[in-house]
């Protein structure tokens, strides 16, 4: 496997999957041979990126291709565990599987059940980690800092895109916001602290998006805007302040880190087809290292590659998460972030939503049962 060709079944080309097949496409050695996908208007888009693709109309028959190496999971939210388990089942390769590995607290006993059974390497598809301002500013975190003690995420951003069967606007299919979209968020604070989170506290809620939109006799119930607060076993604790109404933000990621040596800060642009046209061209991403000491805040540029961000809307980080899933499936190196990296950032996911509708802190203790409640409208 160290020299051949690697050939991708795909699961799912939505949005999200269309960004997988453009991205695996500049790998070197990489063959996108297999595709299901149920819609007709996403078949057509894959079959437009990926023409020496076969399309399969049921995961059964992709998964009886004989010459498949992996497959990529980027079906909406809801489908990803049964999936899972269907595939163990019938052909356990290995799969990188989109974020969030589950939706609902009851499944996290079926994603354990996975975590001690699956044969083969699995990677959790979490791309914030890979967009270089922040991966530079992950590398540089504890020389910069001195020792992080705090932590900031503020991501000001567009609302949800529109999804086949407007999937994405109702907490059931999602997750909920903090699931959906924030679990990278609570990702990148564990991996950011080195810790477990052991209390969250979150106010959020739906303000503005998607209040005038109707589908058959009911309104969406997604969530538009939050703060959150975590508090970490050593003593670290983050932030997360979400607004996804907010389209004129210069960046559209703002990560802060602090300790007692000075701070760090990653500024990350949001995806070039949505930049908005009054701001002119977006800005390249920065690093900003300040120390206490007066010597001034070191700005450091992180351009991205334009054939990169041309691919997708993660600045890249997309293609080098595939280099990394690549070398995993050539038996050369380990999933950077497995499953119990995405059942926990689902479970930190779903205790911020707990949080915010409860009015209560959430106490959490990730490797106890039970988990926390999930979301209701």
């Known amino acids: 496997m160290a020299t051949d060709a690697i050939s991708y079944g795909i699961i799912g080309c939505g949005m999200m999957g269309q960004e997988h097949l453009r991205n695996i496409r500049l790998l070197p050695g990489a063959r996108i041979a297999a595709i299901h996908e149920p819609d007709a208007g996403m078949r057509q888009a894959a079959a437009q990126i990926a023409p020496e693709a076969g399309f399969f109309d049921t995961l059964d028959d992709l998964l009886a291709r004989s010459d498949l190496d992996c497959l990529v999971i980027a079906s909406p939210n809801a489908a990803h565990i ?18 969030p590995i589950f939706t609902r607290a009851e499944d996290r006993a079926r994603l354990e059940a996975l975590r001690a059974g699956y044969p083969a390497p699995v990677w959790v598809a979490m791309e914030y980690r890979y967009m270089p301002p922040i991966a530079a500013f992950l590398n540089r975190l504890n020389a910069a800092t001195g020792g992080m003690q705090m932590l900031s995420i503020r991501e000001h951003r567009f609302p949800f895109l529109p999804k086949v069967g407007a999937w994405n606007r109702f907490n059931r299919n999602s997750g909920g916001t903090m699931v959906e979209k924030c679990c990278h968020f609570f990702d990148l604070m564990r991996l950011a602290t080195g810790a477990e989170p052991v209390r969250i506290m979150a106010s959020a809620g739906q303000a503005i998006n998607h209040r005038d939109e109707r589908y058959g006799d009911e309104t969406p119930d997604i969530w538009d805007n939050g703060y959150v607060i975590v ?15 907010a389209e004129g933000a210069r960046y559209q990621e703002e990560i802060t880190a602090t300790g007692a040596h000075g701070r760090i800060d990653a500024l990350v642009p949001g995806p070039g087809r949505f930049w908005p046209a009054h701001l002119g061209a977006a800005p390249v991403p920065q690093l900003i290292e300040s120390p206490r000491a007066p010597k001034g805040p070191v700005a450091i540029d992180i351009p991205v590659d334009p054939a990169l961000l041309a691919a997708g809307d993660h ?4 293609f080098f998460q595939h280099q990394k899933f690549a070398a995993v499936v050539r038996g050369e190196a380990e999933p950077e972030v497995g499953l119990e990296d995405g059942m926990k950032a689902v479970l930190m996911g779903l205790a911020a939503q707990e949080s915010a509708l409860s009015g209560q802190a959430v106490m959490l203790d990730l490797a106890a049962e039970p988990a926390p409640a999930k979301v209701s409208a």
């Open 82 to 99: 049964g999936q899972l388990e269907r595939i163990a089942e019938g052909r356990a390769l290995p799969v990188l599987v989109e974020k």
């Open 315 to 318: 600045n890249g980080a997309t």
């Open 231 to 245: 508090d970490f076993d050593n003593g670290a604790r983050a932030m997360l302040d979400l607004c996804m109404f």
